[in-house]
């Protein structure tokens, strides 16, 4: 049972998100939006997740931190397993499936994925983030994907920061003993648009200087999508 967390300060990836956790196939699933902003219509969201099943819509004001928010979701989640997902990426429908299959194959108290594609919406081109990290203990992920058993967060909160919460998170997860693995690349796809739209304020250039680029195409989730027993 999953326990999905989404912050967001954005209404134009409403649909977007709705539509990363409607596909997801593992279930039972939950679903906590929380909206990073005073300026967000909350009355719309809840009108849009009626159509959904097992969705909370809540409000925190600008002034409260991304960190924070995250907190506020895991304590709202009913479910042992906490999934952080991005408004504005790409989840396909057996990510969740893949995750908690490794939950059950490893030892491991949190799992997400450190190889990851990444696709560039404005030039087509489709890459792989730091290849060779696939199926393997590590001492990161991509910040998306980070997917932890509800009792890490009984000694590990996630910090009070705006940017590069998830990383120091995992940081202190290690400090703390915990086992991080990461999947294979599939089912999940960081979607890349202007620099500015990002929290991470993680650089083009430097996305690619630890990436291979794979192809260039319109149609990137069927390269990136791979059906799990």
């Not at 939950?30 to 809540?58: C, G, T």
């Not at 890490?152 to 290690?174: A, G, M, Q, W, Y």
Request: with cysteine.
């Amino acid at each position: 049972m999953v326990s999905i967390i989404t912050c967001t300060m954005r209404n134009e990836y409403m649909e977007n998100l709705f539509q990363n956790y409607e596909r997801q196939l593992w279930g039972p699933k939950e679903l906590i939006i929380i909206l990073n902003s005073d300026d967000m219509e909350i009355a719309l969201w809840k009108k849009r997740a009626k159509s959904f099943k097992n969705v909370s819509i809540y409000q925190k004001p600008s002034t409260v931190t991304l960190g924070a928010c995250l907190n506020a979701g895991v304590r709202l989640a009913k479910y042992d397993y906490i999934a952080k997902f991005d408004d504005d990426d790409y989840y396909g429908a057996y990510y969740l499936t893949g995750i908690m299959q490794a939950f059950e194959n490893t030892n491991a108290d949190i799992v997400g994925k450190k190889t990851t594609f990444c696709y560039f919406e404005n030039t087509g081109q489709l890459l792989i983030r730091e290849p060779n990290y696939e199926n393997r203990f590590v001492r990161g992920l991509k910040g998306p994907t980070i997917v932890f058993k509800k009792e890490v967060f009984k000694k590990v909160k996630f910090p009070h920061v705006n940017t590069r919460e998830d990383s120091k998170f995992l940081k202190k997860c290690i400090r703390r003993g915990f086992k991080i693995y990461s999947t294979d690349k599939y089912n999940f796809t960081y979607c890349r648009r202007d620099f500015n739209q990002h929290t991470s304020l993680v650089s083009d250039r430097s996305i690619f200087k630890n990436s291979s680029l794979i192809t260039t195409t319109d149609q990137f989730r069927g390269i990136v999508d791979r059906k799990m027993d």
